[in-house]
């Protein structure tokens, strides 16, 4: 009862700031997101606003065919997994389309 409760509160502080339910379901869930700047990319990874996700043969890419086709200074938005401090990227969306808030990926 109690984890219901504090789901609920923190689904409704989320929705206050402009998230929506599906946000909220995306940080509690076992997959993560984010949108950043690429900064540097490699054979097996990208390095996003800081941060280094590894990228594998699982690896699914929407809109293009792989690492080659995403430049310094992209905005990306990549769904992964974290585990034992390693976050591996599941899938990897280059932004080119405005969605309704003026943000890129529609």
Do not use: H
Request: net charge negative.
């Amino acid at each position: 009862m109690r984890r219901t409760r504090t789901f609920a509160a923190t689904l409704a502080v989320l929705m206050a700031f402009g998230l929506t339910a599906c946000d909220a379901f995306e940080i509690f869930g076992d997959d993560k997101e984010i949108k950043g700047t690429v900064e540097d990319i490699g054979t097996d990874f990208i390095l996003v606003d800081g941060v280094r996700y590894t990228v594998n043969g699982k690896t699914e890419f929407e809109g293009i065919d792989g690492l080659a086709d995403i430049s310094i200074g992209d905005e990306v938005e990549i769904e992964y997994k974290e585990s034992g401090g390693t976050r591996t990227a599941l899938e990897i969306e280059v932004g080119d389309e405005e969605d309704d808030d003026g943000g890129l990926f529609g």
